[in-house]
DNA sequence: TTTT
DNA sequence: TTTT
């Protein structure tokens, strides 16, 4: 495999999607806004890709507003539209690896402020 | 702006396509094949886009074939479809660091060979 | 200049440390503690170096404890040791992003906590 | 574990050093240059780690002068000075992806290169 | 669709 | 010397 690295940092803009397969694994996908230099400017939004107890922690510990960090690869997922018959494909972050940011305090919404709710 | 950072080895799948705008801005675009783990798996190919004196180095030493190292980050071009006026998007490497790999040798196709016709 | 990327996310372990030049220069000097994988280990401490713009914003937003992510390059900085004689060579993180993590109420120790004194 | 993310493209300064423990387990050292942007400015030479699988691809393939790129981690050793006692500690870099750049060519110096085949 |  |  070729060197493929991507490092992201930003927002979470909604609450994990999780899938329990058959077979036992576990894949969550998440949706990341990442701000460009000019606030401005709207964010790049990614499609995040996680597997296994990656995607358990993300389904614990992640929700709509959380900062987190990844690091993983840039894939592109191909399938063909459902209308068309056209072949599409969509870029994927495989995220190898997850850091939930901010303190514990950000994540719990104590004292009854709600930024994140 | 938030942390962005991806770094691709891969080759280059056609000659640079430069553009040169009335303002003196010179931009470069290429297409780069990067490996999956698996040799039998199709690349991934990315579309890179690099400005002034980056995309000029390109112009001058990225050929097909080449093979090249890229550091810059990942953003989302949207555009409207012509038929449909859908509004898609899709992925750029933009590049801010080009580094060219191998020997001077393999970009010259020496000797009548050439890989990725 | 050949590929050289590093991306880190920690906590600052002291104040920023901040040198300004007679030429206008501006250098801020932070150690950063970035977890091991097991939580028993010790973290590495890095050295980061930051320039210009980005040593300014260390120095207005940064404090001891607060969480940030950095994109850089490492390199050597050789010394002379005063005692012996011998050059030494000590690793550097020069900076060239900064990006401030957890909400501003993380670092404002609002609500009469400190948790990072 | 925090995010600890380093890529970097360089030259091999020595053939690898091998070590095979009883346990089965197999680790490489190499020591990398990796130029500065300045061709004039000496490069930065860098400890890299590599362990088992990884390790004996670089045993088998990496010589002296071979171009690679590399993905892993920075950490620090910790060691006790002979002489003085005095703990020192150097920076290694944990390799977990290697990849050989160059054509066969490069290394082997032959004419009868066969890369894509 | 996230945040500041 | 930071945090959880």
Sequence with gaps: MSINVVTL???????PDMKYFESGKVKCQLRLAVNRRSRSDEPDWFTLELWGKTAEVAGNY???GKQ?????????????DR?????????????????LLGSKRDADNDMGDDNFS
């Design 68 to 80: 987190i960090a990844v690091k993983g690869s840039l894939k592109f997922d191909s399938w063909s």
């Design 62 to 64: 992640v929700k709509k």
């Design 83 to 99: 209308n068309t018959g056209i072949t599409r494909s969509s870029p994927i972050i495989q995220v190898d690896q997850l850091e």
């Design 9 to 15: 940092v930003g927002r979470v803009g909604s609450d």
